[in-house]
């Protein structure tokens, strides 16, 4: 009966594979019942590492390359089953391929806002999202920690353990790169490179290597992106607050006129609007003085300290009408603007 069993069993002489598709980080050799034959050929192709396990323990690793299995190319599987340099005999052996080529266009993102620490604001509590790559870069500890026995490890399976490693690292990557968080958010290839610092040796532990990792977008709570948002202005007029006054004065202008054209508000609405629309037609003037001369400031300062003693005929002009529309929308009776009208016209005397 033992000689029909050895006659009935099959013996490998070529491993090898092929990859059918994507996706796919580890793959069994199917053995079966069947034998490896002493001097088999193994074929292992660019981007994979081919690992022979027996009894449950990591024996030999081959990169890319065609081997005739012998003594000298299993060296620790000749150490662990003692064999003599004369062996013949087929032998059993798990065999385990590994891909090592980029997997891309893997995505992360943070389902919920994640609170981090920062130095100038404390908490902040932020949504984020991007890409990355990695590969196999350690196929022996990647089997002993993750793949295990199994016939087939997919990039799915993985999936879920990476995007967890790099969601709970994003609060220690802010803080251990030292740069101030609105930075980070203003420059997403400094925020992603601050991820992968603190990401690769999170990645290697389990034997991936991390190949890169894009921030795509930063999502912040309303009044911190107000805060970045000066902050780029800012650095639009080279952080010179005179010219950075002038550019908020310059935004300020049409929010004031749709205040106006819109009608609301009432009597104190359009009041606010007009001694507004004054102060506001002084302030500009005083920066864009600056803007032009910077010896400016001293003669705006003095003007500035100077009693206002007398109205332009264009402020008496321009109140009138604001008197008359107030009047046409029955705000003012006839009186009421004929009496203001009549004091009006008595400062051009």
Same mark, same amino acid.
Not at 35 to 41: K, R
Not at 73 to 96: A, I, M, R
Not at 150 to 174: K, M
């Given at each position: 009966m033992a000689l029909m069993d050895f006659i009935k069993k099959q013996f490998i002489d070529i491993i090898q594979w092929t990859e059918t598709g994507d996706g796919t980080l580890a793959?069994?050799?199917?053995?079966?019942?069947?034998?490896?034959?002493?001097?088999?050929?193994?074929?292992?192709?660019?981007?994979?590492?081919?690992?022979?396990?027996?009894?449950?323990?990591?024996?030999?690793?081959?990169?890319?390359?065609?081997?005739?299995?012998?003594?000298?190319?299993?060296?620790?599987?000749?150490?662990?089953?003692?064999?003599?340099?004369?062996?013949?005999?087929?032998?059993?052996?798990?065999?385990?391929?590994?891909?090592?080529?980029?997997?891309v266009d893997q995505k992360w993102g943070t389902p919920q806002p994640i609170t981090i620490r920062d130095k100038d604001f404390g908490a902040v509590r932020l949504r984020a999202f991007g890409n990355y790559s990695f590969r196999v870069g350690d196929a022996k #500890?990647?089997?002993?920690? *993750? +793949?295990?026995?199994?016939?087939?490890?997919? =990039?799915?399976? $993985? @999936?879920?353990?990476?995007?967890? #490693?790099?969601?709970?690292? *994003? +609060?220690?990557?802010?803080?251990?790169?030292? =740069?101030?968080? $609105? @930075?980070?958010?203003?420059?997403?290839?400094?925020?992603?490179?601050?991820?992968?610092?603190q990401l690769k040796p999170e990645f290697a532990k389990i034997g991936i290597q991390l190949e890169n990792i894009t921030v795509q977008n930063v999502s912040l709570p309303e009044e911190l992106q107000k805060v970045l948002d000066q902050k780029i202005g800012m650095g639009m007029v080279g952080n010179d607050m005179g010219k950075f006054m002038q550019y908020q004065t310059a935004q300020a202008i049409p929010k004031f006129a749709e205040g106006s054209a819109s009608g609301g508000g009432g009597i104190a609405g359009d009041a606010m609007g007009l001694g507004a629309g004054v102060a506001l037609g002084q302030v500009l003037a005083q920066n864009l003085a600056q803007g032009l001369n910077p010896n400016a400031a001293a003669t705006a300062a003095v003007a500035a300290a100077a009693p206002v003693s007398?109205?332009?005929?264009?402020?008496?002009?321009?109140?009138?009408?604001k008197l008359g529309d107030l009047k046409t929308k029955g705000i003012l009776t006839q009186e009421e603007f004929d009496a203001k009208k009549a004091e009006l016209l008595k400062k051009l005397v």
């Open positions: 793959w069994r050799f199917p053995m079966a019942e069947m034998e490896i034959q002493n001097g088999a050929s193994l074929t292992v192709r660019e981007s994979q590492v081919a690992v022979f396990v027996n009894e449950g323990k990591v024996a030999d690793v081959f990169g890319p390359g065609m081997y005739k299995l012998t003594t000298q190319t299993l060296p620790v599987l000749t150490y662990l089953k003692n064999w003599d340099k004369l062996f013949e005999s087929p032998f059993k052996s798990d065999v385990y391929f590994f891909s090592t080529r980029q997997q #500890l990647f089997h002993t920690e *993750i +793949s295990g026995t199994r016939d087939l490890y997919t =990039v799915a399976d $993985l @999936d879920g353990q990476l995007r967890g #490693l790099v969601l709970q690292n *994003i +609060s220690n990557a802010i803080a251990s790169s030292g =740069v101030p968080f $609105l @930075d980070l958010a203003a420059n997403q290839i400094e925020f992603a490179n601050a991820l992968a610092t007398e109205i332009s005929a264009n402020d008496v002009m321009a109140t009138l009408e």
